[in-house]
Structure formats: C-alpha cells, structure tokens
T-cell receptor, first 112, second 111 residues
Framework: SQTIHQWPATLVQPVGSPLSLECTVE??????LYWYRQAAGRGLQLLFY??????ISSEVPQNLSASRPQDRQFILSSKKLLLSDSGFYLC???????????FGQGTRLTVV | QKEVEQDPGPLSVPEGAIVSLNCTYS??????FMWYRQYSRKGPELLMY????GNKEDGRFTAQVDKSSKYISLFIRDSQPSDSATYLC???????????FGIGTKLQVIP
C-alpha cells in the first residue's frame, strides 16, 4: 500500500531564516505531488504541484519554491521566511490530477 | 461566486444524532466528489469518494451526490464523539484539472 511521509510535524523558525520541508511517498511510482497551505477559515490553498521529476507548477506567486529531485520526493523551500509564511503545510499525492488525493500529516510552521 | 461553497459551522450535535454536511458547487464539469475528515493538527483523511449521482454507503457514512442541483451531502448516522473533526468536501473534473476543496465544516459531537 502507498504511504506518504512528511516532516517535521512542527517547526518554529525566525523571520529571515531558510526553510526546507520534505515529503516522500512510498509504494507507488510517478505520482502527482502537491504542496498545500491551510489557514484557519480559508481552506486549502494549492501552492505547487508536480507531475514528474523536475516539473514544478506554481499556483500562487509567493516567497516559497518547490523542487522534485526524485520521483517520490517533494521539497518545499524558502530562502528567507516571512511572518506571513506561518501556517499548516500539507503534502499530498495522487495519480489523476482531478481525482482524490492522499495527504501527509502536515507541518505546522510558525515564523517568529 | 466560489466554485465550492461549504458552511464552516461549527456544528454541534448530541451523540447518536444523524449529521448532515453539505456542499454546493457551480462548476458543472465536476465529476468526482470526495469527503475528507480532518482531526485537529492532522492531515485530511479521505473518507468517501464517488463519481456518480446517487448514494454511496460505507458503514455509518453515506455520501449523496445530486448533479442536477450541484449539491453533495455527507450523512453520519449514530454520530460518535470520535466523529468530532472538520469535514472537507472536494471536487474534481479529472484529467489535468486541479481538485477544488470546500472550506470545511467543523463538527462537534457532544457525549
């Protein structure tokens, strides 16, 4: 069966520091991978998606970037965090972009 | 108008009640309909998935889709305190189109 791992679970970072969140999927090949941010009262915001190695699409221009160095690895990064980057970040995967996706357990990022 | 509308609640019900959660949508291209359950500080968990109008049952949960009215529902029978969570509806049209999520309804089942 497929599983998705996301770490760390919580993170407190100072403003201006770099960020690296990692997500890996096991038990499948060539999945679509996603990064979402979830803010209270605002639902899930799609940040990035990837249909293959090195292929990244950005949904919302911002202070973040994403990379997919391996088939089942997806990384969310920032060179300099802003206070507004605080939130709950979720990684997800699926096979067909328009159908059900499966989520990791999330990373709660607090920028101080 | 948002593509998917969902009442954020909160919704409080006594244990054992039947819960009805609903979403409306405007995009007639949506063909896949999902419900996710999200416990506090956890990732969403896929609860139900359907791609046709009508009902789909799984234990105490029933998902209902009415494409003509652009309306989907999730019913929870004999609700339990462990059902207390946020329920998100989601919809997609397949292919290369992204899934669109509702804002989520927070449910509290009181013992």
């Amino acid at each position: 069966s497929q599983t998705i791992h996301q770490w760390p679970a919580t993170l407190v970072q100072p403003v201006g520091s770099p960020l690296s969140l990692e997500c890996t999927v096991e038990g499948t090949s060539n999945p679509n991978l996603y990064w979402y941010r979830q803010a209270a009262g605002r639902g899930l915001q799609l940040l990035f998606y990837s249909v293959g190695i090195g292929q990244i699409s950005s949904e919302v221009p911002q202070n973040l970037s994403a990379s997919r160095p391996q088939d089942r690895q997806f990384i969310l990064s920032s060179k300099k965090l802003l206070l507004s980057d605080s939130g709950f970040y979720l990684c997800a995967w699926n096979f067909d972009r328009g159908t059900e996706a499966f989520f990791g357990q999330g990373t709660r990022l607090t920028v101080v | 108008q948002k593509e998917v509308e969902q009442d954020p609640g909160p919704l409080s019900v006594p244990e054992g009640a039947i819960v009805s959660l609903n979403c409306t949508y405007s995009n007639s291209a949506f063909q896949y309909f999902m419900w996710y359950r999200q416990y506090s500080r956890k990732g969403p968990e896929l609860l139900m998935y359907t791609y046709s109008s009508g009902n789909k049952e799984d234990g105490r949960f029933t998902a209902q889709v009415d494409k003509s009215s652009k309306y989907i529902s999730l019913f929870i029978r004999d609700s339990q305190p462990s059902d207390s969570a946020t329920y998100l509806c989601a919809m997609g049209s397949g292919g290369y189109q992204k899934v669109t999520f509702g804002i989520g309804t927070k449910l509290q089942v009181i013992p």
